[in-house]
T-cell receptor, first 110, second 117 residues
Framework: KNEVEQSPQNLTAQEGEFITINCSYS?????LHWLQQHPGGGIVSLFM???GKKKHGRLIATINIQEKHSSLHITASHPRDSAVYIC????????????FGTGTLLAVQP | SQTIHQWPATLVQPVGSPLSLECTVE??????LYWYRQAAGRGLQLLFY??????ISSEVPQNLSASRPQDRQFILSSKKLLLSDSGFYLC????????????????FGNGTRLTVT
């Protein structure tokens, strides 16, 4: 079992739908990152959070430390949101490793 | 504002040839720097990270090496490429807020698509 699990692996949505991508992890963490990888390969950091909730435009990220779970929400989805969304966690303690989830491939259809 | 430059964007090299990929960061000082590789259909794999000039940590044993000759310059090299070195290479940086890495958001370069033939 991977230390970071994402679900779903693939997601197809219609434009305008509310989208949720989940990330569960089994290790203690000091930070969680959400990344977006576009079809061309470029990666953009969306959020880094260690507690609570962050919002940027139509994107919302939440984390529940007790339940070891984070969600990425996209409101009013658009075809340009189509990408792979990657969750990654930094373990607590003296570690310099980032553990990556396998990613969620999102396709938003017009 | 901070920017990260990575080049070249694409590269086709024969087996056994050397490799040098360069990454530079502007607009910040003393960043943490990272080299990642993404093989086709696979997730990101950390190859090297650096928390300072001349300080390189290797995550995966391989025929690649990294160097940080200047504070904002990170170079990925190989003396002899293998077919298995093909992939998408990404350089990234983060602000060093606390000791260690990944304590601040990551910023990625546009990547280099390397094909070893």
């Amino acid at each position: 079992k991977n230390e970071v699990e994402q679900s779903p692996q693939n997601l197809t949505a219609q434009e305008g739908e509310f989208i949720t991508i989940n990330c569960s992890y089994s290790v203690g963490i000091s930070a969680l990152h959400w990344l977006q990888q576009h079809p061309g390969g470029g990666i953009v950091s969306l959020f880094m959070l260690s507690s609570g909730k962050k919002k940027h435009g139509r994107l919302i990220a939440t984390i529940n430390i007790q339940e070891k779970h984070s969600s990425l929400h996209i409101t009013a989805s658009h075809p340009r949101d189509s990408a792979v969304y990657i969750c990654a966690v930094k373990g607590s303690g003296a570690t310099n490793k980032l553990i990556f989830g396998t990613g969620t491939l999102l396709a938003v259809q017009p | 504002s901070q920017t990260i430059h990575q080049w070249p964007a694409t590269l086709v090299q024969p087996v056994g040839s050397p490799l040098s990929l360069e990454c530079t960061v502007e607009g910040t000082s003393n960043p943490n720097l990272y080299w990642y590789r993404q093989a086709a259909g696979r997730g990101l794999q950390l190859l090297f990270y650096s928390v300072g000039i001349g300080q390189i940590s290797s995550e995966v044993p391989q025929n690649l090496s990294a160097s940080r000759p200047q504070d904002r310059q990170f170079i990925l090299s190989s003396k002899k490429l293998l077919l298995s070195d093909s992939g998408f290479y990404l350089c990234a940086w983060s602000v060093r807020i606390l000791a260690g890495t990944y304590n601040s958001p990551l910023h990625f370069g546009n990547g280099t698509r390397l094909t070893v033939t």
